[in-house]
């Protein structure tokens, strides 16, 4: 059984795809390095009941690659009475982000909201 050929090339086709899934995880920096990646193979051959010289024969190509690391950043969270506004902590600083409504005198006076 020559696995190259068999089924018309498809299982040599498929190993060469898992395999290239493999190295790409394994240069992908955002996965970790020293843990293992698996490519296993799985050839299950099912003869007939009727006739033990028909067989048939599947093969299945699994990969077990290394999932990508978690993407962590920093929020803030402020809250104004009723209206909570989050921003990411690279983009804003406490007590200045922008408050996104509108107000019929135009400017926000917070600093005399407080003192109410």
Request: hydrophobic residues 40%; without cysteine; charged residues 30%.
């Amino acid at each position: 059984m020559d696995l190259n050929k068999f089924a018309a090339g498809a299982v040599a086709e498929q190993l060469e795809a898992a395999t290239e899934k493999v190295f790409a995880n394994i240069v992908d920096p955002n996965t970790e390095a020293k843990k293992p990646r698996k490519l296993v193979l799985e050839i299950v051959f099912k003869p007939s009941e009727a006739d033990r010289s028909d067989v048939e024969v599947s093969a299945t190509v699994k990969t077990a690659l290394q999932p990508r690391r978690a993407i962590s950043s920093r929020m803030i969270v402020e809250a104004n009475g009723d209206t909570v506004l989050a921003e990411e902590w690279k983009n804003a600083m406490r007590g200045q982000m922008e408050i996104p409504e509108t107000h019929e005198e135009g400017v926000i006076d917070f600093q005399s909201r407080k003192a109410e």
